[in-house]
């Protein structure tokens, strides 16, 4: 795949993110109603940039937001997981930040601090990496918070940016950031395995599944990338500590 056919999958993916069960939690039903908005139309954008259009059709602010906060999103999440930064802004930020060009000429948003949450980083004369780092028994509730700081940092970026670009567009929108206000408490880390929490967190390591997979990273990224999620999956539960303990030991 080409980077505009590989934008125009995750735009797909994107669509159906709010039919996983973060789309199901009580209370957060207007929060969903507008993903399912934007996400609708950044289908169309992805689509029009897919097929050569020069301008993508008519859209919200919070589009350019939701894409341009991507862009440090991608970059933190390699980062995080400790993938080849070449490899991974070469093959999986740079479609994202053409496209965010695509919507909207600007600058790229900065890249959010680090989590704290990680351990072993502030501990220089240890190196976790490969199978040593998923024997280490602090790993799910890392790959957990890793994934949860960098959702409410990007959430964060996506409301400063649509406040910068199109407030007055989005004033209809003040109930879904109420309860987008609220739902950023829900998931801040620690993670602590509370429904909500827990909802996000499944949903993301399908819709990660689902993302990841027409990229062309070399294996050993791929390995990394398996390693975060399933390690994940034994956090919230997806997976029983029998089958993580399988997995560890195939692993060595």
Avoid at 31 to 44: E, F, G, N, P
Avoid at 154 to 173: A, E, N, S
């Amino acid at each position: 795949m080409d980077e505009r056919q590989l934008i125009l999958y995750c735009a797909q993916v994107n669509h159906k993110y709010m039919g996983l069960p973060a789309g199901q939690v009580k209370g957060f039903e207007k929060v969903t109603a507008l993903y399912k908005r934007l996400s609708l139309d950044s289908l169309a954008c992805a689509q029009a940039w897919f097929e050569g259009n020069p301008r993508p059709p008519k859209h919200e602010p919070a589009v350019d937001a939701f894409w341009w906060a991507l862009v440090p999103w991608c970059q933190a999440m390699g980062r995080d997981i400790g993938v080849d930064k070449q490899e991974w802004g070469r093959i999986f930020s740079h479609p994202h930040y053409a496209f965010a060009r695509y919507l909207r000429e600007t600058s790229p948003a900065p890249v959010w601090p680090q989590t704290n949450l990680i351990p072993w980083r502030r501990d220089p004369a240890v190196a976790f990496t490969g199978n040593t780092l998923i024997q280490d028994g602090r790993f799910s509730t890392v790959a957990a918070n890793v994934i949860l700081y960098n959702d409410v940092e990007w959430t964060k970026m996506v409301i400063r940016l649509t406040t910068r670009w199109g407030v007055l567009q989005h004033i209809k929108d003040i109930g879904a950031l109420l309860q987008v206000r609220r739902l950023l408490k829900e998931l801040k880390p620690p993670y602590m395995d509370t429904g909500v929490q827990r909802a996000y967190l499944a949903s993301d390591i399908e819709f990660f599944r689902d993302l990841f997979r027409p990229f062309q990273f070399t294996q050993r990224t791929r390995d990394i990338i398996e390693q975060w999620l399933t390690a994940a999956e034994r956090a919230c539960g997806i997976i029983s500590e029998q089958v993580w303990s399988q997995y560890v030991t195939g692993r060595k």
